[in-house]
């Protein structure tokens, strides 16, 4: 049984702004409404995950006043374990512009997170590395006895050196199906052969998602949702994920719990706003499972 989920990566600001649609190129759009939010991909997950009523550790780079701030407060409220590192500077932005038909773009900026790749941390039990700076993520790599992956957005700046051997140590892999055709091409391995290697979660939108793990494969669909915001989906099904394992659930079981979170999610503006409880999570399983839709 996991006792607790050492979570890595980002902690950010969200500025998410509604447009009615996105621009031509070298053309402009008026912006609707524009709003703040606590986010960032690691600590999204962290708090995801201590919501459920489970332990989580947050490994995150910060600026010096963070302790003073509102984000500081909230996680700690929550129960997430802390364990920052404090750099001069400015703690990560995300700019993140949705449509009218919920598409979105979202462009990052790193601020202190630049500074983790020199970070150091003991060997934990179990890893999740969140998108993250690729030093930082492999020198984490070799501290975890279990470890997840989930390079997301900053699969970029990976080499083929870094990305690979992090790829030879995880245990699981989290991506969205676009992420995992860049994966494919960076290391010169398709999926086939990745799934032999280690269990995969493939994210798929609408489409649900696949479960890839013990030599079979297990279509996970997608739950109804009321879309106010995407922002968060992702990190709310790993959350969720996470926590179902915690409690004992297998992983298909832990897949659906995510696809139910994502979408409770979904339905509220920012990553963190409409994060579920435990209850509020199991009892919607329960139903979905006895009409046959999860």
Avoid at 20 to 46: D, L, M, T, V
Avoid at 183 to 208: A, Q, W, Y
Wanted: include cysteine.
């Amino acid at each position: 049984m996991i006792e607790k989920v050492t979570v890595a990566g980002h902690i950010a600001i969200d500025h998410i702004f509604d447009i009615p649609y996105y621009p031509e190129k070298n053309h402009s759009i008026f912006i609707k409404s524009k709003e703040e939010y606590f986010g960032g991909g690691a600590a999204n997950i962290a708090a995801g995950i201590a919501k459920l009523g489970c332990k989580s550790e947050l490994v995150a780079a910060v600026d010096k006043n963070f302790e003073k701030s509102a984000y500081h407060n909230h996680l700690k409220r929550m129960g997430v374990e802390l364990n920052v590192k404090k750099f001069d500077g400015e703690i990560a932005q995300a700019y993140i512009f949705n449509d009218d038909a919920h598409n979105q773009i979202t462009y990052f900026y790193w601020g202190v997170s630049e500074n983790m790749r020199d970070a150091k941390i003991e060997e934990r039990e179990v890893i999740h590395i969140a998108p993250s700076h690729p030093e930082f993520a492999y020198n984490m790599a070799g501290k975890a006895k279990f470890l997840a992956f989930e390079p997301g957005q900053d699969i970029p700046r990976y080499d083929k050196e870094k990305l690979s051997s992090i790829i030879e140590k995880t245990d699981i892999l989290f991506c969205n199906i676009f992420e995992l055709k860049k994966i494919e091409r960076i290391v010169g391995m398709k999926r086939e052969k990745l799934k032999k290697h280690m269990d995969l979660v493939v994210t798929e939108g609408e489409k649900g998602s696949v479960l890839h793990a013990g030599g079979k494969t297990k279509k996970i669909p997608s739950v109804e949702a009321d879309v106010i915001d995407p922002t968060g989906a992702g990190d709310a099904y790993r959350a969720a994920f996470w926590a179902g394992l915690m409690h004992g659930m297998d992983m298909e079981e832990s897949c659906k719990l995510g696809s139910i979170a994502s979408s409770l999610v979904v339905g509220k503006k920012g990553a963190q706003t409409g994060l579920p409880d435990w209850g509020m999570l199991i009892k919607k399983y329960e139903i979905l499972s006895k009409a046959e839709k999860i």
